[in-house]
């Protein structure tokens, strides 16, 4: 009797905590990034009833404990939003963040630029990744699409200037394809090239037909000139050579090579054959080009793509990647630690973050990610509610128990009487 009544109290025990469980994930329902617990219950040691060996069991159990408290690993829902910062891990995987102490690891991926552009969680905690090493004195050294992934141990907080410069690049080669017909007319062609300091001007070919022609095909002489786009009373530059082409109108040859850009040379470029300018009779007369180069830009605003790249977009129409945001990975999910809400700590149990690698040995992320999107709780509340009422049962049932072993003590202290 008495240890049913010990009994009894243990089932309470563990009951009230499983009802614990269940209410905490039902609490965090609408959580994002949540990841709700299980519960797991263990018999505790059992008492002999015989100190002579039988071939049945003569044991009686002595009650219940909560043994363990395991996270649910399947993926929650997945809810739109209207920002890039905000991400979403399809597959396995966790964001790392830090604060002052040691990094943590959360599937909430509502991140957002603070006030220095450090990009953050909205608790205020720097997330983690890999810098793309091509910010120099707030300014772009180099354009990339796609920043490679460091070693585990060298992440770092993903910290970005407020002022970032794309450095101006002058043009080095324009390219010029048309038609100028046969007849004895001016045609003109141009180009927008840009210049060392970044500033954008005129590239003009004017054709003239030489006069008397060599048969067969036609021969043109032509004038390049470099002007200020807004005046053409300024001239960097003119350079004159011929062009000719053969009896069906394919381009042959051309002396005008190279013309002064205010200081940047810039070739020239008419094509071969039929792959440019072309002197094409009963065909209309057309023109067209392509110049290299890029004016400078300042710093519009850091987004972030799907892949986890921190994207920089600059007045001048221009992106770069300057930095990539990491996702970890661990032997064990189930050994991590919850320190809060949607924060783990890793553990010898979890073991150390890795890093998934391909083939060629380099970092990746290892799995697929989306923006404008985040995951939400993955708490199924028909579940929780079932578990509920299932455990408030078992809570009914043991406190019956222990009612009856109550009952049971009292008749056997009142037979004395």
């Keep these: 009797m008495t240890q049913a009544f010990y009994t009894g109290l243990s089932g309470l025990k563990s009951s009230s905590y499983g009802i614990d469980v269940v209410s905490d994930n039902l609490a965090n329902v609408n959580t994002v990034g949540f990841r709700g617990s299980?519960?797991?219950?263990?018999?505790?040691?059992?008492?002999?009833?015989s100190t002579v060996k039988q071939s049945t069991s003569d044991t009686i159990g002595i009650g219940t404990t909560l043994q363990a408290t395991p996270m649910t690993e399947?993926?929650?829902?997945?809810?739109?939003?209207?920002?890039?910062?905000?991400?979403?891990?399809?597959?396995?995987?966790?964001?790392?963040?830090?604060?002052?102490?040691?990094?943590?690891?959360?599937?909430?991926?509502?991140?957002?630029?603070?006030?220095?552009?450090?990009?953050?969680?909205?608790?205020?905690?720097?997330?983690?990744g890999t810098m793309g090493g091509n910010i120099n004195d707030e300014t772009l050294t180099a354009q990339l699409t796609e920043v490679p992934l460091a070693d585990v141990n060298q992440q770092?907080?993903?910290?970005?200037?407020?002022?970032?410069?794309?450095?101006?690049?002058?043009?080095?080669?324009?390219?010029?394809?048309?038609?100028?017909?046969?007849?004895?007319e001016t045609r003109t062609m141009s180009a927008s090239v840009v210049d060392p300091n970044g500033v954008r001007n005129e590239l003009k070919l004017t054709f003239t037909m030489v006069d008397p022609q060599t048969p067969p095909g036609t021969q043109w002489s032509v004038t390049a000139t470099t002007q200020d786009i807004n005046d053409e009373t300024i001239i960097y530059d003119t350079q004159e050579g011929i062009v000719t082409f053969d009896e069906t109108g394919a381009l042959v040859s051309s002396t005008l090579t190279t013309i002064d850009n205010n200081g940047a040379p810039v070739a020239?470029?008419?094509?071969?054959?039929?792959?440019?300018?072309?002197?094409?009779?009963?065909?209309?007369i057309t023109a067209s080009s392509f110049a290299d180069g890029t004016i400078g830009g300042d710093l519009r605003?850091?987004?972030?793509?799907?892949?986890?790249?921190?994207?920089?977009?600059?007045?001048?129409?221009?992106?770069?990647?300057?930095?990539?945001?990491?996702?970890?990975?661990?032997q064990n999910d189930q050994g991590l630690n919850r320190?809060?809400?949607?924060?783990?700590?890793?553990?010898?149990?979890?073991?150390?973050?890795?890093f998934y690698k391909d083939a060629d040995g380099n970092n990746i992320t290892g799995t697929d990610m989306t923006n404008f999107k985040l995951e939400g709780s993955n708490v199924d509340m028909t579940i929780g509610l079932t578990d509920l009422i299932i455990l408030q049962r078992s809570y009914d049932a043991n406190s019956k128990s222990i009612t009856t072993a109550d009952e049971m003590m009292q008749k056997a202290l009142n037979m004395d009487a």
């Excluded at 299980?38 to 009833?49: D, G, N, P, R």
């Excluded at 020239?268 to 209309?284: E, R, W």
């Design 301 to 330: 605003g850091y987004d972030i793509n799907k892949n986890g790249e921190v994207i920089a977009t600059f007045t001048n129409g221009m992106q770069s990647s300057v930095g990539k945001i990491a996702v970890y990975h661990f």
């Design 74 to 128: 399947s993926t929650g829902s997945f809810l739109l939003t209207d920002r890039s910062t905000d991400l979403a891990i399809l597959g396995d995987g966790w964001f790392g963040v830090q604060g002052e102490g040691e990094p943590l690891y959360t599937r909430n991926g509502a991140f957002t630029f603070d006030e220095n552009d450090d990009l953050v969680t909205t608790d205020g905690f720097h997330v983690l």
């Design 156 to 184: 770092e907080k993903l910290r970005f200037p407020k002022t970032l410069t794309y450095p101006p690049e002058p043009t080095t080669q324009a390219q010029f394809m048309g038609n100028i017909g046969t007849v004895s």
């Design 339 to 354: 320190v809060s809400g949607t924060y783990f700590s890793s553990s010898s149990n979890s073991g150390d973050p890795i």
């Design 268 to 284: 020239i470029d008419l094509g071969t054959g039929f792959g440019g300018v072309v002197s094409i009779s009963n065909v209309d």
């Design 38 to 49: 299980e519960y797991e219950f263990a018999s505790l040691f059992e008492t002999s009833m």
